[in-house]
Each structure stands twice: as C-alpha cells, then as structure tokens.
C-alpha cells in the first residue's frame, strides 16, 4: 500500500521548467527577432547569426556573467551601449540564462519589464510572458498565470510562432495538473506535443521535456499503464540526447514499473541510472533514486535498508540543493521509521513534511500519520487525523469533479453548438432552393421553418434546465449526504478501536437517529421528485377528511417535536373535506411540517388551521421560526444554494422537499403561497377552489 501512494507527494515534479539543459531552448525560440528589432537585413541564415554570436570571444562566452544582476535597468543599458547591435537580443537570452537560481522572484520580474522595454518587439512580450507564466505558477498565483500564458499563446499563433504557443500550452496543462484538473491538463500537453512539429525551429529537448510532462500527469491522475507508456518513449526519444537527458526519463521509467509493481524492471531500471550518473559525474538525481530504492526495500520487507535508503535521499536532496522537494523525504524518512515500528520519529517526520503546500500529499501523510498514532495507541489524535485526511480528500474530489465535468461540458456543449450551426446552415441553403422552384409555397416555408426553430430552441431550453437542475441537486446531495454518513462512520471507528464506551455511544444515538431521520426524508423526497419528473405522479382524487389525514401526519414527527421541545397545534374541524388524491396530501402536509420543524427553534409552535370561505378552502400551516429574507423567499421553490440552509439544530436538507410539495399541489389543482419575516416565523397557505 506504501507504494501505491508513492505518487501523492511528487507533484512538484513536473514544476522544473528552466533547468540548466533546457533554459538554451528559449535563445534559439527567438532567433531572428532581434534582428529585426535592430533593422538588420534578414538575408542572413539565423543558426549561422546564433553559431556566430555563441563562438564569440567576448559576447558569446562569459560577459553575460559581469553584468548587474541586482540592477536590470543598468544590465539592459550597458547591453545597448556596449554589446553591437547584432548580438544584443542574444545576449540579453544569455543574460536570462546565467541568472542565479537563488535570485528573487520580484527580481525576476523586473528584469523580464526591462527587457520587454529595452527590446519593444511582439516576440519578446511573448517570452517575457511565458517567463512570467512559470513564475507565477510556482508561486500559486495560477489566475495570474493563466492570463500571461493565454496572452502568450494568443499573440504566438498570431505570428505564427508555433514553439513559442507549444511552450504556452505545454505550462497551461502543467498547472492545470497542478491544480487537479489531469484531464484537462493531460489534453492541453498533448495538445502542445502535437503543436511543436509545426516548428521549423523546435528543439529535440522540447519534446523529450512534453513527454515527460505528459508522463507525469498520467501519474497523478493514477493512470500507471499511460504513465509508464510515456515514461519509456521519453526514454526512447532520449537514446541520441545527451546523457542528462537519458537519466531524467530512466528515473521516471524506474517510478513508472514502481507504481505497476514489475519490481525487478524497476530495480534494474534504478541500477542503470546509478551506473549513467556515475558515468557523467552528475548526481542531480540521486535523490530521486534512492527514494524509489527505499520503496523497493519495503516491498520486499527489508525496513532497515529501506530506512538507510530513505535517509540517503533526504541527504543527497540537500546537497543538489532542491528545496521544494524536502517535504517529500520528510515524509519517506517517516515511511521508513513506520515500517521499523518507530512510530515517535514517523510522527516526527510526517509531521514535518506537512509544510507541503500540495494538499494531495498532505492526504497521504495524514493517513499515514493516523496509522501511526493508532499504532501508539493515540486514538484522539489518530482520529483527528483522519478526519483531517477525509475532509481535504472530499474537497480535492469536489474541486476535480466538478472542474472535470464541467470541462467535458464545455466541450460537449461546443461540440453540440456546432453541430446545430451547421445544421442551421443546411436548412438555410435548403429553403432557398426550395423559395427558388416553389414560390407559391413561401410563406407554408417560412411558417414551418419558424415553428421548427422554436419547438427545437424549447426543447433545447428544457434540456439545458433538466441538466442544469440535475446538477444542482447531485451536489447538493453529495453535500447534505456526506454529513450524517461521515458521523455514523466515526462512531463506528471510535467503537472499533474500543475509544468510545458503549454509554457513550447510546449517548449519541438520539443524534444519529434524528440525521438519519432527515436523511431519509431526503431520499424519500428525491425519489417522489424523480417520479414526478418522469410524469409518474399523475393524481388520483377522492374526498377525505382533513383533520384525519393531518393527524396522521403528526403521529409521524411527533416523536421528532417532543425532542426539539416544539408544541404542535391542530385546529381543524372534524367534517372538513378536500376533494385531492390522499397520498399526495399526506406527502405535502408532511414535507410543511418538517420543514417547520427544521426551522423552529425549541419551545416554539407550529399551528395548522383551516378555512372554508365560499367554497375556497385554505389550509394554513404557521410556525414560530426562523422566518426568510426576500432573496431566499424569491427563490424558495428552486433548487439553488443560496437557499440551502440548515435548521436550528443542524438538520440537513436539499430544498426538493419544497420543490414537490408546490409541483403535487399544482398538480391537485391547488395553489400555494408563503409569508414570512426574519425573526418572526413563516406561515404556508395551500388554496383549493370548488
């Protein structure tokens, strides 16, 4: 199970976007821009231009070095003053190229500002916003990223500068993944993929770096087969790449036959990018290593090794100096004291590695962290753990749900739009061959074609409030369902690990039984509600008498008013009858009266009253509650959140009760209507004619 959640806590990955071996790609993306800023002539061959200035003694080798790097304003002067025209679009890449690591962000900004002014061209602002792009996603700002990288990409297919637009889409899908959106991220990087060959002047580096990227968001959306598919043609591509490249993707192959458990193909795969580094004398992925060794280790039981491995990655990962990964060897070194059985330095650690601001991987060192609480026998604290573990588990799935359907929407929506465009295009074109040989029929045409449009465009409204409505109320439901299931999921932890007593747990049970109440009235409504929609609900009527079937309906929630301390009142005359269908108003008074419940508060009242005026016959049911706001009242009986609420004593619900009570009353040929005030109760008048 160690190595099913290896995943989690690497999403930092696929975030190393200027290294060292692909920053040169950005000086080659804008050859020939510069010469144009400079009214050079454009006979010359632009790799020619580029191999000269990269052989230059002076400006080709280590100028760029003497520069200000604290001073981006006297850096982009002394480049004008001092650098021949030629060169100087050249060097200020270069300039980019040899900036510190350690450089600040804002820094960063400003020389990317003074470059663009220096250099006013439509090439540059695109660079400069790509730069800013990757910036801001490693700061979190992702909207900020967004509207550079968009601005990027727009301008780039504008002048047809199609690397450029294959870099912008390429860091769009990456932050997409870094937000949980894999399939609209994985979409957008291949999207990318298949952009850079409609470059003249793409780079071999360049796709190697996509399919990685690709690769990896396979991972994190835990599609294991694509990632290792991705993995090993990164490694196939990198055969005639220089060495670093090669090691990059045997490290993410060795991972990838790591999460499909083909053990000895990881370890294999490991042991050659040991051997290639070795080789090179570079030992940038060592740490990388070791983690995967480590996890081999626990696989096969050895939790000693498994440790020493653990604690090696920790300490080469420093050495490389690659601080944003810490967290995720924090949490290895955790792992390994949990497979020993010290659980006070798992704790330790786990608790270390929480400093992540990647909440995937905070889900797993919470699990992880209950584990071992539990294991010491800490169940509070294993509890609150989990606990904190499910709460931000739900609101990953939440966001990607509901970002993942509403990409897919989007598209179909797109899709669909277009195909009723062009089928609008058809009957146009149809019509007027048909005006052309049959003029007699013109206005018979013209009639049927403005009848058709509008019984489509209704039908095509319907559908669109069906669809809207249907999802409204599954996340609704998702939400007021969560509550009392997560309640009851906890006591029964709590009783499994022996924490809470049998008293304690009778305690309790009114509360249970109360949420499971509501719960199921919920249920019961949603399906009542699903019939009526299918037109199953047609009525049956017959004359019965109010006050029986009222008193019914209290016999139900009495026992729901006495623990909420609420006085019922029924004050309806014997001989009253209602000519309706029987079971129908069962289910309206019922709904009226929990939803009274709901919103009084204890000591309160509920009145139910009836009147007979010239054969209009008005029930009324009048409560002492919380009372509405105009808004709320203006949208009662619509599914929406901003009615949403919960009652006095937390009690759930999705406003569909509402819903069916005002559909089962119209459909009895009644008419409802609602009074109410903040603070002053809410009073529900259902009227019936003769």
């Not at 930092?12 to 920053?23: D, N, Q, R």
């Not at 301008?155 to 637009?165: D, E, I």
Request: with cysteine; aromatic share 10%.
């Amino acid at each position: 199970m160690k190595i099913k959640t290896l995943h989690n806590n690497k999403n930092f990955v696929f975030l190393k976007i200027v290294s060292k071996y692909t920053s040169i790609l950005y000086l080659v993306s804008l050859l020939g821009v510069f010469s144009a800023c400079e009214k050079n002539t454009s006979s010359v061959n632009e790799k020619d231009l580029f191999d000269a200035f990269a052989q230059d003694p002076k400006y080709g080798g280590d100028y760029a070095k003497t520069l200000p790097y604290d001073n981006p304003d006297s850096c982009m002067k002394r480049i004008r003053a001092e650098v021949p025209a030629k060169w100087r679009g050249y060097m200020c890449m270069n300039l980019f190229y040899h900036l510190p690591s350690s450089i600040s962000d804002s820094l960063n900004l400003k020389f990317l500002d003074s470059f663009e002014s220096a250099f006013p061209h439509d090439s540059v602002r695109e660079f400069s916003q790509l730069l800013r792009g990757k910036i801001f996603i490693d700061a979190f700002q992702f909207d900020t990223a967004r509207k550079c990288l968009e601005d990027c990409y727009a301008s780039s297919m504008r002048g047809q500068r199609m690397t450029r637009a294959g870099d912008a889409k390429k860091y769009l899908g990456r932050m997409a993944v870094l937000r949980g959106h894999y399939p609209e991220g994985i979409q957008l990087m291949l999207e990318a993929y298949n952009t850079y060959p409609l470059s003249k002047s793409y780079d071999a580096s360049q796709i190697h770096d996509i399919m990685l990227a690709i690769a990896r968001a396979y991972k994190l959306s835990h599609d294991y087969q694509q990632y290792q598919s991705w993995s090993l043609k990164a490694c196939q591509y990198a055969v005639s790449m220089e060495i670093s490249a090669r090691i990059n993707a045997t490290v993410e192959l060795a991972e990838a036959y790591l999460m499909n458990r083909y053990l000895d193909s990881a370890q294999m795969t490991v042991n050659k990018v040991l051997s290639m580094m070795k080789e090179s004398n570079d030992y940038y992925y060592c740490p990388e290593s070791y983690y995967i060794l480590a996890h081999l280790q626990i696989a096969e039981g050895n939790c000693s090794t498994a440790l020493d491995y653990f604690w090696k990655a920790k300490q080469t990962n420093r050495t490389v100096a690659k601080p944003r990964f810490a967290s995720l060897y924090d949490k290895g070194v955790g792992d390994g004291y949990a497979c020993v059985g010290k659980w006070d330095s798992a704790i330790f650690f786990y608790k270390k590695a929480l400093v992540t601001p990647d909440t995937t991987a905070q889900i797993s060192i919470y699990k992880q962290l209950a584990v071992a609480y539990k294991n010491k026998g800490a169940y509070k604290q294993a509890l609150e753990a989990e606990m904190t573990s499910s709460n931000l588990n739900n609101l990953v799935f939440t966001a990607t749900k509901e970002n993942t359907i509403g990409y897919y929407i989007a598209k179909s929506e797109a899709n669909q739009a277009m195909v009723v465009k062009q089928k609008e295009i058809d009957d146009q074109k149809l019509y007027m061959l048909l005006t052309t040989i049959l003029v007699a029929f013109l206005f018979l045409l013209v009639g049927f074609a403005v009848y058709y449009y509008r019984r489509e465009q209704k039908r095509k409204d319907e559908l669109t409030s069906l669809n809207a409505t249907k999802d409204k109320l599954f996340a609704l439901l998702s939400h007021d369902l969560m509550s009392p299931v997560s309640v009851l999921k906890n006591h029964i932890i709590l009783m499994d690990w022996g924490a809470m007593s049998q008293e304690k747990f009778a305690e309790s049970l009114q509360r249970l039984k109360t949420s499971i109440h509501y719960t199921s009235n919920m249920l019961e409504n949603v399906l009542h509600w699903a019939v009526s929609q299918m037109g199953g609900m047609k009525p049956k009527t017959e004359s019965i008498h109010i006050a029986e079937s009222v008193n019914e309906q209290l016999i139900l929630i009495q026992s729901i008013a006495d623990d909420k301390g609420i006085h019922l009142h029924q004050a309806i005359p014997n001989e009253a009858v209602l000519k309706i269908d029987k079971n129908h108003f069962g289910l309206i008074v019922r709904n009226l009266l929990q939803n009274a419940l709901k919103f009084t508060p204890t000591g309160g009242t509920i009145n139910l009253s009836f009147q007979n005026t010239e054969g209009v016959k008005t029930l009324t049911i009048q409560d002492s509650g919380m009372g509405m706001s105009p808004e709320i009242l203006s949208q009662l009986f619509q599914i929406n959140k901003n009615t949403h609420r919960e009652g006095t004593s937390k009690e759930k619900g999705t406003g569909l009760g509402l819903i069916l009570t005002k559909e089962l009353v119209e459909l009895n040929k009644g008419q409802i209507s609602v009074a109410s005030e903040v603070g002053k109760g809410t009073t529900f008048s259902l009227v019936f004619d003769k």
